[in-house]
T-cell receptor
Framework: DQQVKQNSPSLSVQEGRISILNCDYT??????FLWYKKYPAEGPTFLIS?????DKNEDGRFTVFLNKSAKHLSLHIVPSQPGDSAVYFC???????????????FGKGTKLSVKP | DTGVSQDPRHKITKRGQNVTFRCDPI?????LYWYRQTLGQGPEFLTY????????KSRLLSDRFSAERPKGSFSTLEIQRTEQGDSAMYLC????????????????FGPGTRLTVL
């Protein structure tokens, strides 16, 4: 049973427009969420994270929104650039404040293509 | 370069052979994780260390797999009697000690070791 779901395998966006990548989760014990970007033949690169005590976190062109009641989070990239073309993974963890449970649960990823 | 490093980057082996991978985490990071990624999937957790102690293992880690972190610095992942189903990208990540109440640590990944079992 997939606890973290990225239902869109791919997304194509024009350069300069907004990219919105979505992620749903089923485990209400998750309290920390991360987005990673991955290029072919490389390891995932950390982008941005959010804890469950917040509903928004912003870092430059990247903003993550968390809707706990819907168990949904999204990553907004504005403006999108061709260099953003990569596979984006959503990940979740139960950090259990005061002690980490360690492992991240990943979605299957969404391939973003930003066209010039 | 002060990121997570992994060696080798690629490994081709024949079924039944043993292989060993190495991971050097970011210095001063106490936690080290191993994940496996197959085509079309996200990374799947295998095991993790706090310093030299192996604290958690996934059910994916069969008895043919063993991981060590003897001095709390680099780690090795060994697969014995490899099978074609072991073909995957093996990823290592590290994170700092839990930084404080209300915060959570972030895992930083290495470039991975691509294993192909013929």
């Amino acid at each position: 049973d997939q606890q973290v779901k990225q239902n869109s395998p791919s997304l194509s966006v024009q350069e300069g427009r907004i990219s919105i990548l979505n992620c749903d989760y089923t485990n209400s014990m998750f309290d920390y969420f991360l987005w990673y970007k991955k290029y072919p033949a490389e390891g995932p690169t950390f982008l941005i994270s959010i804890s469950s005590i917040k509903d928004k976190n912003e870092d430059g062109r990247f903003t993550v929104f968390l809707n706990k009641s819907a168990k949904h989070l999204s990553l907004h990239i504005v403006p999108s650039q061709p260099g953003d073309s990569a596979v984006y993974f959503c990940a979740a963890s139960n950090m259990n404040y005061g002690g980490s449970q360690g492992n991240l649960i990943f979605g299957k990823g969404t391939k973003l293509s930003v066209k010039p | 370069d002060t990121g997570v490093s992994q060696d080798p980057r690629h490994k081709i082996t024949k079924r039944g052979q043993n292989v060993t991978f190495r991971c050097d985490p970011i210095s001063e990071h106490n936690r080290l994780y191993w994940y496996r990624q197959t085509l079309g999937q996200g990374p799947e957790f295998l095991t993790y260390f706090q310093n030299e102690a192996q604290l958690e293992k996934s059910r994916l880690l069969s008895d043919r797999f063993s991981a060590e972190r003897p001095k709390g610095s680099f780690s090795t992942l060994e697969i014995q009697r490899t099978e074609q189903g072991d073909s995957a990208m093996y990823l290592c990540a590290s994170s700092p000690t839990y930084p404080g109440q209300g915060e959570a640590d972030t895992q930083y990944f290495g470039p991975g070791t691509r294993l192909t079992v013929l």
